[in-house]
């Protein structure tokens, strides 16, 4: 028990000036959709209705496209490397300017813990524009050629889990390289996509550059079918990813996709244990477990079972859940009804098929969509909690003896999108990285991103890279 009760500490919500509504932002300007049709968005944490805004029909997302295309020929293809350069910095000072603002912004919105918006996704943000902007004059150096050629205008869809970082991530690297975009956000959470065409206006952004249109599902099939799409970037479920795949297909649109996975982190009996459990936490409690390559299935070693579960039991008892803008809080709210109901249900499934529920006593805010830190020991590699993404904050808890059996086990599944190795033997942890078929082995340390590093992944977890060198490839006509 700690010995003093923590004193609320709650971020101010008056940082955001939010619209009431909000609309379409096409060559520059907001504007109404053009059948008037509108959606809300609201706080998962409280329910309350943030602001209105747009859904984009396909006469919206054609005009985007066509902002877009306008702009790329006649403006944004013209100019030098070192003067798109100047305009991503320019973003990225912004965007560090605003860093108070967009990180409530999103932990509104989104749900998420003002201390990760905060020391997480907005600092990556100005960091993905910052090392972009770096590339920008530089491209020839890439290792793609002399001059390497944009692609065009690229449609990019990204999911609600990161919104801010995920735009950053799809942005950034599209406007360093000389493309124009049309970006359609997660129906859940627009808002900080909607500060970001803000952020353009004020960076004076050459009109049609960056495209936003709001909607859900039926926006994402209208962009990323489009046919004056060049490019399709897109992050989010396998199953969506299928469909686009299938449908971009027959075209010569280029495309990556990035997917879901079941990331396995494993610890061998010779790791420090206490920064072990630190790692398993962060692994799969950060951001409330939406995270595409969270450490969702824990690989124990035998002989170290006991003591590694006994202390992770004893770790999540002090895991401080509720309010997001609240800078004590660890664990936020889920970001949808939907994504609750999917937790809840694969939750039953879990105990159904006979393995053992966990969670530390913990109260649950009576409005919003929530659910506790749970851990599912017993488990085998059959069951579905170990096998299908759940995408909350539930751990599924395996053992292994050897580390033939590790490798085994990791790699049996239809993903692969990362994993972590925890041991102090420096030999151990390459033998384990050169078996693993994941895009990202993290050792000793897990969901560390960096803009200089390639994401991405084998299997159903998509293909292509974000970030790094590597990540300007599916940007470039190469
Ligand atoms: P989706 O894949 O449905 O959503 C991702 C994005 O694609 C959203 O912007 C969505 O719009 C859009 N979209 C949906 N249908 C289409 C379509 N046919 N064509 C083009 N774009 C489309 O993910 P969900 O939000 O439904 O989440 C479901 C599951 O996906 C989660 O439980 C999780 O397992 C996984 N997921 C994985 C992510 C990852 O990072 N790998 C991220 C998010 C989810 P809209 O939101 O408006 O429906």
Redesign the pocket.
Known sequence: MPKFEYAPAPESRAVVSLRESYGLFINGEFSPGVDGRAFKTISPATEEVLAEVTEAGPADVDRAVTAARKAYEHTWSQLPGKERAKYLFRIARIVQEKARELAVLESLDNGKPIRESRDVDIPLVAAHFFYHAGWADKLEYAGYGPAPRALGVAGQ??????PLL?LAWKIAPALACGNTVVL?????TPLTALAFAEICQQADLPPGVVNIVT???????A??THPGIDKVA????????I??AR?CAPSRKKVTL????KAANIVFEDAPVDQAVEGIVNGIFFNQG???CAGSRLLVQESVYSEVLASLRRRLATLRLGDPLDKNTDVGAINSA??LA?IRELSEVGEAEGAQRWSPPCELPVKGFWFPPTVFTGVSQAHRIARE???GPVLSVLTFRTPAEAVEKANNTPYG?SAGVWTEKGSMILWMASRLRAGVVWANTFNKFDPTSPFGGYKE?GYGREGGRHGLEAYFDV
């Open positions: 869809v990204i999911p609600w889990n990161f995920m359609k956000p997660a129906e859940t909607g859900a599902g039926e926006t994402g099939r962009l990323v897109f992050t989010g479920s396998t199953e969506v990813g469909q686009i449908a990035e997917l879901g996975g939406h995270v595409c939907a994504q999917k993404e759940i995408f999108l977890s």
